[in-house]
């Protein structure tokens, strides 16, 4: 059901200020940009081998990205698996006992449905599940 890395989540207080230090030097080019009202973040998306990059910014001192940034500064927040069946995928996590922050999906970045762990139940480690909604086909 996992079919590969999507992408790692970085959190950063501006892209204005992270994204020209991913441009400039990690020569990485910027594939666009979106504002998830609901999360309450702008995110920047970068391909690395097939593997994207994720910056996140907060839009709201509510936003859990600007609590991270809070309590443990800048830097990954979240790894994200790209899934064939987002429900099967939760619910096979469900039953090995992990806690899951989402029982069902909702709409993330990219036109994607994600779900996410508890990291207490997967090695501190926050995991998303994502998977391209039926009929839609992503930019990232």
Wanted: aromatic letters at 6%.
């Amino acid at each position: 059901m996992i079919t590969s890395i999507d992408h790692l989540g970085i959190a950063v207080k501006s892209l204005d200020e992270a994204v020209p230090l991913y441009e400039k030097a990690l020569g990485l080019r910027c594939l666009g940009r979106e504002e998830v009202a609901a999360q309450k973040v702008r995110t920047a998306f970068f391909d690395a081998g097939g593997v994207h990059l994720e910056l996140l910014e907060p839009t709201s001192p509510e936003s859990t990205i600007a609590k991270f940034i809070a309590d443990r500064g800048e830097g990954i927040h979240h790894v994200a698996f790209r899934t064939d069946d987002i429900g099967a995928q939760l619910k096979q996590a469900s039953g090995a006992g992990v806690r899951l922050i989402h029982e069902q999906p909702f709409e993330g970045a990219a036109g994607k449905l994600v779900a996410f762990l508890h990291p207490k139940s997967t090695r501190g480690v926050l995991t998303e599940f994502c998977a391209v909604k039926p009929g839609a086909t992503s930019a990232h």
